[in-house]
């Protein structure tokens, strides 16, 4: 009976490590998408506007 009791304690440590773990990648794969938004949020903040059409396509001598 001692013996069932000891593997039920490991058994419970394993899930608990296991959770933990599992856990953990969840976490990080939290932080890169939040990383990921965070970093297309500041290329979208320091983009320039997009040229009108026509736009470059002329060389002014004169100038």
Known sequence: MDMSLV???VAMQSAQRQEQAQLLMVKAANDMQKAMINMLDQGLANAK??????TGTVVDKSA
């Open 7 to 9: 593997t039920q304690a």
């Open 49 to 54: 506007a997009i040229p009108a059409p026509g």
